[in-house]
């Protein structure tokens, strides 16, 4: 174990810190955006901004996980140019019909520290007008006199105690609320920078569809993100834990609200953890993609969901099974069912003839 440590270390002090000192150094151009791991291959954006990783889902870089030093220049070069702010309010009015519409579903209070934190992270959005829509899936409410007055809360009461929870279910209710063009499907669980949301609907109105720009998940520890939650470190106190890289589907990802309904929404056979991104990622490809990553987002620490390491869990193998059909038979199919609806996912309930039809 010593000797394997010995020689990352040496490995990475050879062989990657030529790399990532000039990278991390350079102040005039954000050069520490084409940053990643050995053997890895980055496709630069058309217009020189951002980049997307030759190969699927992302991965996490190795070098700032051997010398944690890294991690936290790369994380302050990055905040520096997207930092992170927290507002009680959004800056532009609310009486404005948005123009971008924050999804986020949500269950329980084990996450309640995280979702406050990453409301007031949107709530400091400029340059575009926003809202933001938390579908509470849950048998009662328990977060009616917790969030914001400007946040819009949905709450659609489990069909059963004992249904998982359903992502997909709470992204389709939450899409047939939105008032904004561009959704954001957005985790409860991840801080987004100021000029997330316009630089967003900046791809929009130059003719994207769909828009993907995490370049870098700052993963933070337990003990950072709870004394972040107290007040008592601030968010760039302390290395990450990890940094991944171009991570695709899930965490957030913008949309059209015309796309999302052409491609028929999420899938809400995915009751349960993990796949239903996957699968809508590769869907999505059908629309007007820019992939091309050029920000920071920052992942809370939580516990592992269940069923995550679950070698048998069904939802991965739903989306493994899925892959196998051509896309277009997947949309044409879910074009052709309803969702959202507020009697439960699709997964789970069986709808009658009348909603059938």
């Known amino acids: 174990m010593f000797l394997q440590k010995v020689r990352s270390l040496l490995g990475v002090v050879v062989k990657d810190l030529p790399r990532y000192l000039p990278a991390l150094i350079r102040t005039r151009r954000a050069g520490y955006l084409a940053l990643c791991n050995r053997g890895e291959r980055l496709l630069a954006a058309p217009n020189g901004v951002g980049f997307r990783c030759d190969w699927a889902w992302g991965s996490d870089l190795h070098a700032p996980k051997i010398v944690p030093l890294l991690g936290s220049v790369l994380m302050r070069r990055a905040h520096a140019d997207h930092p992170v702010v927290s507002a009680a309010l959004p800056a532009a009015s609310?009486?404005?019909?948005?123009?971008?519409?924050?999804?986020?579903?949500?269950?329980?209070?084990?996450?309640?520290?995280?979702?406050?934190?990453?409301?007031?992270?949107?709530?400091?959005q400029v340059g575009v007008s926003i809202e933001c829509i938390v579908v509470e899936q849950d048998t009662e409410s328990r977060l009616a006199d917790q969030l914001p007055d400007w946040v819009r809360l949905i709450h659609t009461p489990s069909p059963a105690a004992e249904m998982p929870y359903c992502r997909s279910w709470a992204f389709n209710i939450g899409a047939k609320h939105a008032r904004g063009e561009l959704l954001i499907l957005h985790d409860n669980d991840l801080l987004v920078p100021v000029d997330y949301a316009a630089a967003s609907m900046a791809k929009v109105r130059s003719g994207y569809e769909v828009v993907n720009l995490k370049r870098f998940l700052f993963y933070l520890s337990q003990v950072h993100s709870e004394a972040l939650f107290s007040g008592r470190m601030d968010l760039l106190s302390r290395p990450p834990e990890a940094i991944t890289q171009n991570l695709e589907g899930g965490g957030s990802v913008a949309i059209t609200r015309d796309g999302y309904a052409r491609i028929g929404g999420m899938d809400e056979r995915f009751v349960g953890w993990g796949?239903?991104?996957?699968?809508?990622?590769?869907?999505?490809?059908?629309?007007?993609?820019?992939?091309?990553?050029?920000?920071?987002?920052?992942?809370?620490?939580?516990?592992?969901?269940?069923?995550?390491?679950?070698?048998?869990?069904?939802?991965?193998?739903?989306?493994?099974?899925?892959?196998?059909?051509?896309?277009?038979?997947?949309?044409?199919?879910?074009?052709?069912?309803?969702?959202?609806l507020f009697a439960g996912p699709l997964g789970w309930i069986k709808p009658s003839r009348e909603i059938l039809t």
């Not at 948005?98 to 579903?105: C, K």
């Not at 269950?107 to 934190?117: D, E, I, K, S, Y």
């Not at 796949?275 to 920000?295: C, H, I, K, T």
């Open 94 to 124: 609310q009486t404005l019909i948005p123009e971008v519409s924050f999804v986020i579903g949500h269950r329980g209070v084990t996450r309640m520290p995280h979702l406050l934190a990453t409301l007031g992270s949107i709530a400091a």
């Open 275 to 340: 796949g239903e991104d996957n699968e809508f990622w590769e869907r999505a490809q059908s629309l007007a993609v820019w992939p091309y990553a050029s920000m920071p987002l920052w992942h809370l620490w939580h516990a592992a969901q269940p069923g995550k390491q679950d070698t048998a869990n069904q939802t991965l193998q739903l989306a493994r099974e899925l892959s196998a059909v051509d896309p277009k038979a997947r949309i044409a199919r879910l074009s052709s069912l309803p969702n959202g």
